[in-house]
């Protein structure tokens, strides 16, 4: 199955009372197709976590859409914006967002932990791929700060997501661990995934295979 993401015109205003709107996405496109490695880059403040939250369903637009995989995400309710999102979109951050009282292989597993389902020898596989097989009974905060980024991936890899909305994932990075992370990002797109990553990080940039660049609220040209 090819994968997509299609987002259309979207825009979005942050409106705070007695204040000007700040106009975050001003009629923003974008496509992308299984196999896209695409880092977003520009300066702060210009939108690109806007962008990322609203690609992956988790803020409103004020119009426009996203279309993942042929789904318009406006057009599901809450409850199934949520289960669409566990199937089809992983987030990997700058700041992993592991669970801190759960060990590594739960946090790995936390999407299907609570309903027993998925498979715990797939979990360790995948700990295993990114050199984290002696890891999996710890705590986050036994690990270090590469080795908790690697769970965080192998978090989005277990998932099945096809899409990985990534935020600067190597910005806490040694090289070492970068390039993990990065070929990682690669060899997911190279199985049919897509990667859509804002990172101000140029080892990242030279991995990607596209660079977009926003500037105040769109597309830099
Ligand atoms: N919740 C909010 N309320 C009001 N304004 C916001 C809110 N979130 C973001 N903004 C504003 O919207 C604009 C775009 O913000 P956004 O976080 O998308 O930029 P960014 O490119 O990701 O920045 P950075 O690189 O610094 O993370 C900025 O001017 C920001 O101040």
């Known amino acids: 199955m090819t994968n ?3 987002i259309q015109q979207a825009s979005k205003a942050y409106k705070r009372k007695n204040q000007t709107p700040v106009q975050a996405l001003d009629k923003v496109d974008l496509k992308a197709q ?6 977003v880059l520009g300066p702060s403040g210009c939108g690109k976590s806007t962008l990322m939250l609203s690609a992956g369903g988790l803020l ?4 426009g859409k996203v ?4 789904q318009d995400l406006s057009q599901l309710s809450s409850s199934q914006k949520a289960e669409f999102r ?3 979109i992983a987030y990997v951050y700058q700041e992993f967002h592991l669970i801190s009282y759960l060990s590594v292989i739960d946090n790995v597993r936390i999407a299907d932990l609570a309903l027993g389902a998925g498979s715990e020898e797939r979990a360790k596989d995948i700990l295993n791929q990114f050199g984290l097989g002696d890891r999996v009974h710890h705590l986050p905060s036994e690990l270090s700060v590469g080795e908790q980024q ?3 991936l192998s978090r989005a890899i277990y998932s099945g997501a096809k899409i990985i909305l990534a935020d600067e994932p190597t910005g806490n990075l040694d090289s070492e661990n970068a390039e993990i992370v990065l070929k990682a990002l690669r060899d997911f797109t190279e199985q049919g995934g897509i990667v859509l990553m804002v990172t101000h990080d ?3 940039v030279a991995y990607a295979q596209q660079k977009l660049t926003m500037a105040a609220g769109h597309w830099d040209s």
């Open 60 to 63: 409103e637009l004020d119009s």
């Open 202 to 204: 140029d080892r990242a």
């Open 4 to 6: 997509s993401l299609e």
């Open 34 to 39: 299984s196999g896209d490695f695409i880092a």
């Open 67 to 70: 279309v993942v995989n042929g």
């Open 86 to 88: 566990a199937q089809n």
């Open 150 to 152: 690697r769970v965080a």
